[in-house]
């Protein structure tokens, strides 16, 4: 069964930015496909060229380090693309996509994820601007674990998953991504430990709440003073 066009999807997700023709469209294209949690949906260095839109359900994006560990290296949610990078260039894949619980998805082959945007410029110019966003993510994080202290970096990747994600809870806003200290810690690049007295000292600052697999932001403008260093 396919999403109902007027689903509510993360704001910052691809098909939130969308328009309602836009969206309709493209959640109609290639085939429905659902998974269990844990199941690989594409795998690093392989030659695949096919996209999954994330209908409902989240991701998560890792890379293997020179040293041969896992780096997790982004999360991604129901109206999200992935895949998108390897159908546009014809390349291998950079990173894996594991589900982090159950998904359902729209599987597209690069043929009519080709086609899609060609016929619909506004999609093809929201797929650049997409990639770019997540370069940038890319780069930022990576700029970040060799200069900044751990305060900084957790304060700016929650901030950016607040913006991305983030989902009104009354006053606070929620990161509408189920996180665990681990999967957190990793996103920042340092460790769990660490991570958790920064954590701490934010909630005791008042400036964000923590529950089991739950963020809340309790005050966007402090963070944000922290994440700016």
């Known amino acids: ?4 066009v007027d689903a509510k999807f993360p704001p910052g997700s691809f098909l939130a930015g969308l328009s309602r023709t836009a969206r309709t ?4 294209l290639g085939v429905a496909r659902e998974f269990g949690p844990g199941k690989i949906l594409l795998r690093e260095e ?3 060229t096919h996209v999954y ?8 994006i890792t890379g293997a380090t020179p040293d041969g560990h896992l780096a997790l290296l982004a999360i991604r949610v129901g109206g999200d693309l992935v895949g998108e990078l390897a159908a546009m260039d014809g390349q291998p894949r950079v990173a894996t996509v594991t589900t982090a619980g159950r998904l359902r ?4 082959t690069q043929a009519e994820f080709r086609r899609f945007l060609l016929a619909f410029s506004d999609v093809s110019l929201a ?10 993510w890319a780069t930022r994080r990576r700029i970040d674990f060799g200069s900044r202290e751990v305060r900084i970096r957790l304060a700016r990747v929650l901030l950016e998953l607040a913006t991305s994600y983030g989902v009104s809870a009354g006053p606070h806003l929620r990161i509408g991504v189920a996180l665990t200290q681990p999967e957190l810690a990793a996103l920042v690049g340092a460790a769990e430990p660490t991570v958790h007295r920064s954590l701490a000292q934010l909630r005791r600052e008042g400036i964000v709440e923590t529950g089991y697999r739950r ?8 963070l944000a003073v922290i994440a700016d260093g």
């Open 53 to 60: 839109l994330l209908v409902d359900g989240c991701v998560k």
């Open 105 to 108: 998805t729209r599987l597209i």
């Open 1 to 4: 069964m396919s999403q109902p």
């Open 46 to 48: 392989d030659t695949s």
């Open 25 to 28: 469209a493209l959640l109609e």
């Open 127 to 136: 797929v650049s601007g997409s990639v770019g966003a997540k370069l940038r």
């Open 215 to 222: 963020v809340c932001v309790c005050d966007r403008v402090r």
